[in-house]
């Protein structure tokens, strides 16, 4: 491990060999990328005409609940009109009809976990050719560096917030080279016109954030390159809602394209905004049959192969806080779960998403106490790490690894634990 270390306070079991995925579900992720960077693009033009009232006004008004004016205002400034996040991370799960994407992170850890992972996995001597670690060696160093052109001196900027992330972000810029790529925290202003910003902060966490504003401000000059932008509509996890909306299928069919859009409806579960308006005496929220949302509360455990979590711009709605699968709730608590997401919508709306159930796969981690490789069935969640270099139509996705978080067979929720294998994978 490296000597500072990659997680602050966090431990997990670690994997004799990456995981292998097979060349077809290795390709089906590397070809991901193109579909995810597009869905981004059309997410970007679909809240600018609704805030323009050439779409559904709608849209933007679920969209800029909870935000501050000032936030919103910056979202809609001239200066970051056509700005995307530059790195795109999808939570991938293995299921038994294949992957299921769950969300999208602009604002991921892990990356310098991946790298590091990349790097010394494909150092092992392989007794026969074969497939390496997807994204390579330095797959994830060189596609991270790329993400911000010709800009001499890069500032990783991380808040309090994600302090769990800065060791690995450290690692990153040493190996990239501490005199290009420099760790900073919320209080740092020296910034030079030219420079560059990885914004390693979450939009909600912005009066943690002291220089948050300096940074934007500059920006909005054209002084500094800022990814990800100051856009919170990237931070929502409505957006696969607005993507199964009948209202807006044709403006997805038009911005995807046919191949795209049935791609991601294949793979992207049904979800629904949690929107307490009430419907007319004759109508029903699709897929449900429900005619209020208050019904939720008398699905039956059966019933309720749900996922309700929190949208986005709230401190519970990243690292599994604020996720509950109703199968795996009392009624008791599925129904108070169900009356907070009823409650805060005007400042911090729900999305309800269809669950997906895990596939077993077989894994094994070395315990180093019993000096023994120990087989282990468990489930996964893939995470992909698109880097996206160049300007404008001519910008594309490289994928710079693959990182598998595979969990004992009996969590029901996948994410990184202390008795979760963390591991690259291969094809």
Known sequence: MPAGGLFAGEDWRVS?????????????????????????????????????????EWVARWLDLGKPPELIARQRAAAFKNDLP??????LLLTETGLAVTELDSVPGGIGLTAWLNQTYAAIPRETAGPGVLGGAEGMLTG????FGAAKTVHIVVSEEAAT??????????????????????????????????RFFELFDLPNVPNAGGIFDRAAEKRVRVTPPPKPVFEEKMLFA??????????WRQELGEGFLKQ????????????????????????????????????????????????????????????????????????????????????SPSVLQRFH?????????????????????????????????GEGDAARPQLGGVLAT??????????????????????
């Open 165 to 198: 992330y800065r060791p690995e972000m450290a690692w990153v810029a040493a190996q990239l080279g501490a005199d290009r790529f420099k760790v900073q925290d919320g209080a740092f202003t020296d910034f030079q016109d030219g420079d560059a910003v990885y």
């Open 242 to 251: 607005l993507l199964w909306n009948r209202n807006l299928q044709e403006f």
């Open 264 to 347: 991601l409806k294949k793979i992207v579960p049904y979800t629904w905004l949690v929107d307490p308006a009430p419907l007319p005496p004759h109508a029903a929220i699709p897929e449900l049959n429900l005619t209020d949302w208050r019904q939720l509360k008398t699905l039956s455990q059966k019933e309720r192969e749900l996922i309700l979590k929190v949208s986005g711009f709230s401190e519970t709605a990243w690292g599994a806080r604020g996720v509950f699968l109703g199968s795996d709730l009392s009624q008791a608590d599925w129904s108070a779960a169900v009356d907070a997401a009823l409650r805060d919508f005007p400042t």
């Open 357 to 389: 159930k895990p596939a077993l796969v077989e894994a094994s981690w070395f315990d180093f106490a019993a000096n023994a490789v120990v087989p282990m069935k468990g489930r996964v969640r893939l995470c992909p790490y698109y880097f996206v270099a």
């Open 144 to 147: 991270f560096a790329s993400i």
């Open 86 to 91: 530059r790195v795109i991370r999808p939570d």
């Open 16 to 56: 004799p060999q990456p995981l292998a995925l097979g060349p077809t579900l290795a390709q089906e992720i590397e070809d991901l990328g193109r579909v995810l960077l597009q869905f981004y693009r059309a997410v970007n033009l679909l809240y600018r005409k609704s805030a323009e009232g050439k779409q559904p």
């Open 406 to 427: 595979i969990v004992p067979a009996d969590k029901k929720i996948v994410h990184g634990m202390t008795d979760a294998i963390l591991a690259p994978c291969s094809a």
